[in-house]
C-alpha cells in the first residue's frame, strides 16, 4: 500500500505521559510484556520479549496496521476506560492498540455517542503510524523509561 503524498504531523505528545498511560491501560501485561509507542499514538504489545521490540512491532504495523474496506483489517474494537472515558481501539490483531483521547472531540457529546468516530479516529491514526513507523517509545521489560 503507497503512502499519501504528505501525511499530517504527528500529535506532540508528552512522551514519558504517554508511556505511563500505556502502562495503565495495559495492566498486568506492562510488568510482563515490553511494548512500542508509534508517534501517532499507537502501541504495540510485543509478542516475543526474547526479541528487539520495535523492530518486531514495525513488522507487525507494516503486516496488520493497514485497514483495507471489507476486510478484518477494517474492523475496530472501541473500548471507553471507565475512569476517565478515553478510548483504546484494538483491530484485527489483539497486539496493536491505539489510544484517542476524550478531549479530541468536544466536551458536550456523550460518551457512548463517541464510540464510533473514535473508533474511526483510531482507525486513521493506526494507518498512519503504518506508513510513518515513527517509534517515539521502546519500553521494555525490567527497565526504566527512555
Known sequence: ??????????????????????????GNKAAVRSFV???????????????????????????????????????????ALPDTCDFVIGGHHPNILTFVSRDTFSSDVATEQLRTLAGFWGRELRVLDTFT??????HKINSSPN
Open 1 to 26: 500500500m503507497t503512502p499519501p503524498r504528505t501525511l499530517p504531523d504527528p500529535p506532540l505528545w508528552d512522551v514519558a505521559q504517554r508511556v505511563k498511560l500505556w502502562t495503565e491501560v495495559l
Open 133 to 138: 513507523l515513527n517509534v517515539i517509545h521502546t
Open 37 to 79: 509507542l508509534f508517534a501517532h499514538g499507537t502501541c504495540v504489545v510485543s509478542v516475543d520479549d526474547d526479541a528487539e521490540p520495535a523492530p518486531q512491532a514495525k513488522s507487525l504495523l507494516k503486516a496488520f496496521g493497514h485497514s483495507i474496506p471489507g476486510t478484518p483489517s477494517a474492523d475496530m474494537l472501541v473500548y
